[in-house]
């Protein structure tokens, strides 16, 4: 049995290796990236083009952008008036810049 569960955790351990799992996130790198490419508009967590949807938690939630998934979205394509970052920060990047601002978000900017 233990010959068993032993070779079950190295064969799950190698599967977890070759399928990617996520890192996480580095939020250094995502303030560096947002303040370097976002904060034009953002800084602060508010929104120069439409003072409804800022980054604060509650107009995130509001929009449903308050998931990683939402804002990686929302930064990859663009939406309205913000442009597509998906050709211009690499996948990494913009992971980072997503954890980072909701981050913030939860911390009141």
Not at 23 to 51: E, P, S, W, Y
Not at 68 to 81: D, H, L, M, P
Request: glycine share 10%; net charge neutral.
């Amino acid at each position: 049995m233990k010959r068993f569960v032993s070779w079950a955790i190295a064969l799950v351990a190698a599967w977890l290796s070759l399928t990617g799992v996520a890192q996480a996130a580095d939020l250094d790198n995502g303030a560096k990236i947002f303040n370097a490419n976002c904060a034009a508009c953002h800084a602060g967590g508010r929104n120069v083009v439409n003072a409804a949807k800022t980054l604060q938690k509650d107009a995130l939630a509001q929009f449903g952008m308050n998931s990683v998934e939402a804002i990686k979205k929302q930064v990859t394509n663009g939406n309205g008036a913000m442009p597509a970052f998906g050709g211009k920060l690499s996948a990494d990047d913009i992971e980072d810049v997503a954890n980072y601002v909701l981050s913030k978000s939860e911390a009141g900017w």
